[in-house]
Structure formats: C-alpha cells, structure tokens
C-alpha cells in the first residue's frame, strides 16, 4: 500500500504564512515528481507547484514569490511554504506524488488539507 499524508493546513489571517507538508510511505521503488494542487469551491483542481527529483521547481503564476516547494529526497518528503496569503488562496491543497511502487508507476494523491484565509 502506498500513501501520501498531508498535514499543516488551517485558518490563517490575509498576510499570514502557512506549511503544507505530505510524506509518501509504502512499497516505493522511486519517487519522481511531487507537487500541490488546490481546490477552490466551484472551480477546478490546479496546480499550485511542483518540483522534480533534481530539485527543478515550477510555480503557477499566482503563487510565484509567495510560495516556495521543496522535498527531502531521503524523506520521500515535500513541503510548500505559503507566505504572503490571501483570500482568493483559499482552498483544500493536494499533494501529488509520482512514483515507482510494485504496482507500477502512476500519480498518488493525497487525501486534502483545508487552508482557509480569512480576517
């Protein structure tokens, strides 16, 4: 089995920062990319960043000097730093992860954190 858990979202007030982490566990053999998507009320998924095993990142533009992606690679591990919020960030955020396990290679979802931005 493999899994991908989220912790870190909440209720923060427009300005304030955020740490989204996931960690991926199970019958892994590699992990490529891994990145957050989020879901607003109404609108489709999005992706927010993503960055590659070789530390290669790539923003969507409304979170660009605001938000920063990283991973522990010996972790399995990728974290998105939200700085600067506002509003229109908030949203349920998803971690995405692609990997190699014993079933094959395919795209791993994690089960959603809120994150909420509001005075």
């Known amino acids: 089995q493999v899994q991908l858990v989220e912790s870190g979202g909440g209720l923060v007030q427009p300005g304030g920062s955020l740490r989204l982490s996931c960690a991926a566990s199970?019958?892994?053999?590699?992990?490529?990319?891994m990145g957050w998507y989020r879901q607003a009320p109404g609108k489709q998924r999005e992706l927010v960043a993503d960055?590659?095993?070789?530390?290669?990142?790539n923003y969507a533009d409304p979170v660009k000097g605001r938000f920063t992606i990283s991973r522990d690679n010996a972790k399995n591990t990728v974290t998105l730093q939200m700085n600067s919020l506002k509003p229109e960030d908030t949203a349920v955020y998803y971690c995405?992860?692609?990997?190699?396990?014993?079933?094959?290679?395919?795209?791993?979802w994690g089960q959603g954190t809120q994150v909420t931005v509001s005075s």
């Open positions: 995405n992860a692609h990997l190699m396990t014993i079933w094959g290679r395919k795209d791993y």
């Open positions: 199970g019958s892994i053999f590699s992990v490529y990319a």
């Open positions: 960055i590659t095993s070789g530390g290669s990142t």
